[in-house]
C-alpha cells in the first residue's frame, strides 16, 4: 500500500541535494509536496520539473534558521490543505576543520542550520499534528551523529544532538499519534560538500574527498527511497548506506577499534592542513 498517496509534504532543503531526491520520490508516490528553500529559485525550478511530471507541487521561499518563518510556513502549508501529514526537516550544511581552527561564528552556523532549524521546524509541525492525532516528523541527522567525526566537531555536535532530540521526543510523541524518525545518510552524491563550512585550509581538495568519501557513496534518488522506505515502516533510526549501517553497529560493539580507525583518519587529514 502507497502510505504516501494523497499526503501532505514539506521538505526543507528542497531545491538541491537529498532535499531534492525526497521531493520528486514523494511526487512520484502521490504526495501534495512543498518544496522549501532558502534558495526560492531553485525551488521554483524543481517545482516546475515535478509539475510536468504530473506531481502536484508548491514552493516556498523559508530561512530555516529564523523560527517565525518556518512556523509561518507550516502554518500556511496545513491552512491551504486543512492538515499536514509529513515534515521532513532536511536542510543542512557541512562542515570541515580542526577544532582549533574553529570559532565561536562556526559553532553558531553549524549549530543554527543543523540542530535549531530542525527544533524550530519540528516544534512547528508537533502543534499541528498533535491536534490532528497523527502526522509524521522525519528529522535529517547523520551518520556523523551516531559516531565520532574527526576534523568536524561542530557538525558532530549539531548531528548527534538532532538523534537525542528526535530519538527522545519519539516516545512521548507515539501516545498522542505522532511518529518522529531521524535519517542518518552516510556519504550521499550531492553537492553540499560545495557548499561546505572549513575552518581549516587544506592543501589537496582531491585527497580531503578521498579521506571523506572512504567506503563508498550512494546517489541522492538511491538514498531517498531508502529513506521512505524506512519512513514508511516507522523506523526510529533509517541509516542510509551498508557502510554507514556497518559503522554504526561497530561503534556500539567495538567503540575502541572505531576511535582508532578514526584517530588514523585525523591524522591523515592533519597531514593535509595548511597553517594560515
Given amino acids: 500500500m502507497n502510505k504516501f498517496q494523497g499526503q501532505v509534504a514539506i521538505v526543507t532543503g528542497g531545491a538541491s541535494g537529498i532535499g531534492r531526491a525526497l521531493c520528486e520520490a514523494l511526487a512520484k508516490r502521490g504526495s501534495l509536496v512543498t518544496v522549501a528553500d532558502v534558495n526560492l529559485e531553485g525551488a521554483r525550478q524543481v517545482v516546475g520539473s515535478l509539475l510536468k511530471a504530473g506531481g502536484e507541487a508548491h514552493a516556498a521561499g523559508v530561512d530555516v534558521t529564523v523560527s517565525e518563518e518556518v512556523q509561518a510556513l507550516v502554518e500556511s502549508v496545513a491552512h491551504r490543505h486543512g492538515r499536514l501529514d509529513y515534515m521532513f526537516n532536511n536542510a543542512g550544511i557541512a562542515f570541515a576543520g580542526e577544532f582549533r581552527d574553529t570559532t565561536l561564528e562556526h559553532w553558531q552556523a553549524a549549530l543554527d542550520v543543523d540542530f535549531w532549524s530542525v527544533v524550530y521546524g519540528t516544534t512547528s509541525a508537533y502543534r499541528i499534528m498533535v491536534r490532528q492525532g497523527s502526522g509524521h516528523i522525519v528529522n535529517t541527522s547523520s551518520i556523523g551523529g551516531l559516531i565520532p567525526v574527526p576534523m568536524g566537531t561542530p557538525y558532530a555536535a549539531a548531528k548527534h544532538a538532532v538523534v537525542g532530540f528526535s530519538t527522545s521526543l519519539r516516545t512521548e510523541a507515539a501516545r498522542l499519534g505522532v511518529q518522529v524518525s531521524v535519517v542518518c545518510p552516510g ?51 533509517i541509516t542510509v548506506t551498508s557502510t554507514a549501517r556497518l ?21 591523515q587529514l592533519g597531514d593535509l592542513r595548511v597553517d594560515s
Fill in 247 to 267: 559503522v554504526w553497529w561497530a561503534n556500539r560493539l567495538f567503540p575502541n577499534a572505531v576511535i582508532a580507525l578514526f584517530d588514523r583518519m585525523a591524522r
Fill in 187 to 237: 556519504h550521499v552524491e550531492t553537492s553540499i560538500s560545495d557548499r561546505a563550512v572549513y575552518a581549516t585550509r587544506f592543501s589537496s581538495d582531491e585527497a580531503l574527498a578521498k579521506i571523506m568519501t572512504r567506503g563508498g557513496t550512494i546517489s541522492a534518488p538511491d538514498s531517498a527511497e531508502v529513506i521512505l522506505r524506512g519512513v514508511g515502516r516507522n523506523r526510529a533510526i
